[in-house]
Structure formats: C-alpha cells, structure tokens
C-alpha cells in the first residue's frame, strides 16, 4: 500500500524571515514551503514555487518557534501571598518551595494535568514551540514519578528534578540517597534529563555531583540549577560534568564566565525569575562578549516566576541585561534549543522541523519595543498552525 503524498504549504508576504543561521541570516520579502511537518524550501517571495496551499502573511516577521528550555509545571497550590511579602520586601529564598510540595502531594493526578495542560497552553500562545518541564514539587518517589509522567504527556524533554530541596522530617544523607537510588530507578524511565538545585538552601557541590553522577549513569543528561542566590559552585560543576546548561547563572565571577565561554554547556538566563524576586539580573553582556552560550527561558513556576511569557523575557532580556534584540531572539531560539542539545528546532532551514512563530509586527525588534503586547499571530508546530 502507497503513502498518500505529501502536502505542502507556502507562507509568503514575510516581510522579514528571522531563520537564526548565519548562513541565511535575515531574509526580506520572505516565503517558505512547509512539507508535511518539516521546511522544504526557503527563498524570496518573487522565486517561491507553488504549493498546495497558500498563506500569505501580509509582510509580518517570522521567526523560528521559540525554545523555552528551562519550566517548573507540574505543581498545585498558589503562592500570590508570597509574591505579595517580597514586593514589601522579604527577600526570596529557596525553602518557598515547600508549599508547593504539600499542594502538590495533596493534588490528584487530573488536576495537576489539567494545570499542567493549561500552561502548555499559555506557552503555545506566546510562541513557545517546544518546552522542557520539570518535576520537583513531590520530593517523594511517588510523587516525583507521577510528575515526570505526567510532564511526558506534555513534552519529549522532562527532567527530573528530585534534588530540588530536602522536604522536612528526613535526613539529609537519606534523602540524597533516595534521590540517587530508589527514586531515580522510577522516575528515570519517563525522563531526558536529570537537574539539581545547587545554592545555599539546598543542596552544595558535593551533593549536587553525586545526583547528577546517578542520573548520568542511569542514562539521563545532566542540567543544573547554578549560581541563583550565590556565587557558588555550581556552575564550576555544571561544566566538570558537561551539563548542557547551568541555569540562573545570576552571580558569576569571572571564572565562572570564562569556564562557561570554554566549555559546551549553555549559560541559561532566566529574567522573569529576577523580575520576580527583584533579584540582580545576570551579566548577559558579560557572557556573550566572553564568546558564552546563552540562553532565555521563562523558568514558569508558581514561586519565583510565575509567567509563561517569553516575549516578556525578550524585553527584559534586552532592556535590563543589555543583550540586543537580535542576541535576545537568538537565545530565545537557537540558544534554548542548544541548551537542550535539539539540533531540528530553534533555527530556520530546509530540512528542520516546521515549527515557527509569526508576529503581528514586521521585525522581531518590537518583541522589546512594544513589551507587554500580545504580538504573537500564530505559532505553528510540525507543520500546522497550534
């Protein structure tokens, strides 16, 4: 029996094609063929060949779909109350998470789904195409497990996260123990990657490299939570282990940058965190000028940045860390998908995955120029309008 043949879908009437490889660069007058789910052609408007079908865009800007590697979703419970005592200042610190523990225990698995599903949602509407979720609001091998499999419902690219914090009523020892044994074997099967919150308040260097060790030897990739409340280890360790990122990155000396522009593992910032806490921001400028590999994502989670808006850290990303809009997109895109060591999204060319994100503006630079401004007119994944 024959496969039906492939259709195929041409955008044209871009004004300005984003595609984030410096071979192509930045196309005007833009069009595009999708086929199927992947990109087939990419050219001027004037040479574009015909197609099944035909979408034109009326001179909007088209960019890769983008790439939101680092997010907290499967929770329960709200912490507004929280937000509300740091904006009259009580500073954040990582043991805030523990409310969310007892919610999330307490939630059944529709409603963490349901929540769950609804923020997938949220990111899809603001142009995030692919998004990475974490688990860490169970802190105990049943919980920590339906959380990851819950994630996988939602998207390829779950990381296990039981070294977030150690919940009350355990020994320290035991529960690094756990979290490298019994609780790893179940939550391994339903995820990609393995993460550890290293800062003060959680778990130190030490700690941190015997989780990831684990998770490495049951054949998951390392990430890390590095360098958020203080100018620790963590990301000193990130690159010992050739984690594929050290997110936060929010106190760096200049050891830490030289050993992230050294290295292949990707300086994830997160802006909305420190919008949130009214933290520091990173040295973005620091970073790139180092020849670093940077990263934006949203780090959407119920305590320190509860936000599904990557737009929103775009702005903040240009306006607060003095990236350019160009850098600030690119990290958004082609450095979230580094970040998840994905070489078929975050960037534009024949043969990648079609998933776009077209603006209701004629160049990406309005993403920070009209901050706060549903600009997203459509977000396609594989091919097909979301």
Not at 92 to 119: H, M, P
Not at 267 to 288: I, K, Q
Request: net charge negative; charged share 20%.
């Amino acid at each position: 029996m024959t496969s039906p043949p492939a259709r195929t879908t041409l955008l044209t009437g871009i004004g300005l094609l984003a595609t984030q490889y410096d071979a192509l660069g930045e196309i005007e007058n833009a069009a595009l063929v999708i086929e199927d789910e992947r990109i087939a052609w990419i050219g001027s408007t004037a040479d574009a060949p015909a197609a099944d079908s035909c979408v034109d865009l009326a001179g909007r800007c088209v960019l890769p779909g983008f790439v939101d590697s680092h997010a907290h979703l499967v929770f329960a419970g709200d912490r507004a109350a929280e937000f509300a005592a740091r904006m009259t200042g009580t500073a954040y610190s990582a043991g805030g998470i523990r409310s969310t523990v007892a919610a999330t225990r307490e939630a059944s698995d529709e409603a963490l789904r349901a929540n769950l599903a609804r923020l997938a949602a949220e990111l899809r509407a603001a142009g995030v195409t692919t998004f990475e979720c974490k688990s860490g609001y169970g802190l105990d091998t049943a919980t920590e497990e339906r959380s990851v499999r819950l994630a996988a419902e939602q998207t390829s690219e779950v990381t296990y996260l039981g070294a977030h914090v150690v919940p009350a009523g355990i020994d320290r020892g035991e529960y690094v123990d756990l979290v490298c044994g019994e609780m790893l074997a179940t939550c391994a099967p339903h995820a990609r990657w393995v993460d550890a919150f290293c800062e003060q308040g959680a778990f130190d260097v030490d700690e941190s490299r015997a989780v990831l060790t684990a998770g490495k030897a049951a054949g998951l990739l390392p990430r890390l939570h590095a360098n958020q409340l203080t100018a620790g280890g963590g990301v000193r360790l990130a690159v010992e282990l050739d984690a594929a990122s050290a997110d936060h990155c929010t106190h760096l000396r200049p050891s830490d940058i030289d050993a992230l522009a050294n290295s292949s593992t990707v300086a994830t910032l997160l802006p909305l965190v420190e919008f949130s806490t009214r933290s520091p921001y990173p040295d973005a400028r620091g970073l790139l000028d180092a020849g670093a590999t940077v990263a934006l994502a949203t780090d959407c989670n119920p305590g320190s940045g509860f936000s599904t808006s990557m737009p929103l850290a775009i702005a903040l990303a240009v306006r607060e860390m003095r990236m350019t809009p160009a850098e600030a997109v690119h990290a958004a895109t082609a450095g979230g998908a580094d970040a998840l060591r994905r070489n078929d999204i975050g960037r534009l060319a024949v043969g990648q995955r079609a998933d776009l994100v077209v603006l209701d503006a004629p160049s990406y630079v309005h993403l920070a120029y009209r901050p706060g401004v549903p600009l997203i007119h459509q977000t396609w994944i594989n091919g097909k309008p979301a």
